[in-house]
């Protein structure tokens, strides 16, 4: 269990610096929205690949950042009936979850995608507007995507599990994408104003006296 652990803590990781990363891309898509806005203003000039360089950068950042979403337990979650159940309850529902829908659907997607994508490497299929792009780089994102969904989807049965056994913490506590150096310097610096407080209202009460 501690080797499968550490796997999923090594998931954790791609997948919590792929979602701290993944922000640029949305700018990237931002920026190229605010040029395209700009030279079509001023140049009376535009082109459907400036079009297409904002969907290919949106497309990326929401598929690479489904992995991330799940570490987070951001998904869309109907919790009239869960919230409700016990923690136990709770966990063995997300296994099954994990285990027999969103595994499978992952696997097909994988299954499904990934020859699309390498025919249209293949091939160089190039967008049908004018002006437009080759296809197989905005393709790519959904296989790249699912594997990260599909890894997460892995870690988070691993922890679920670990909590039935006893072997790991709760997996619907508290998240922090911090590392252990900045979690100790927040808590040094917590209780440094602590004191400094203690130290005011000591010295306040002779005052008051």
Known sequence: MQALLALSRAIDRLNAFIGKYSIWLIFAATFVSAVNAVVRKVFDYSSNGFLEVQWYLFAWSFLIAAGYTLLHREHVRIDVINSRLSKKTQVWIDIIGFAFFLTPLCLTILYLSWPVVMQMYNSGEMSGNPGGLIRWPVWAAIP?????????????????IAFLTGDGPDPMGKLSDKSAEEELAEALRAEAERKEAEAAAAMAAPAKR
């Open 144 to 160: 790249v995507g699912i594997t990260l969904l599909l890894l997460q989807g892995i870690s988070e049965l691993i922890k679920r």
